[in-house]
């Protein structure tokens, strides 16, 4: 029941990031980091594709907060 309330708020927060990325580079870090989250999720959960998948997604999201901010 707790990792499936983690994954859950992960989900959530990242999705939050994502719709609010427009906004300001923060919020590109933001969704960099709930897709952190969600990998870690992934594994937890035995989910291996999906971590993998979400680890990607967190490396994507980092380059891009990074061109964001300069």
């Known amino acids: 029941m707790g990792l499936t309330v983690y994954g859950v708020v992960a989900l959530s927060f990242m999705m ?3 719709a ?3 906004r300001a ?3 590109v ?3 960099a980091v709930g897709c952190a989250l ?3 999720y992934g594994f ?3 989910a291996w594709p999906f971590g993998v ?3 990607l997604w967190t490396y994507v999201a980092l ?3 990074l061109r964001a901010r300069s």
Do not use: P, Q
Request: aromatic fraction near 16%.
């Open 16 to 18: 939050l990031m994502y």
């Open 20 to 22: 609010l990325e427009s």
């Open 25 to 27: 580079a923060i919020y």
């Open 29 to 31: 870090l933001g969704f």
């Open 38 to 40: 969600s990998s870690a």
């Open 44 to 46: 937890a959960s035995g």
């Open 53 to 55: 998948v979400e680890a």
């Open 63 to 65: 380059r891009r907060y």
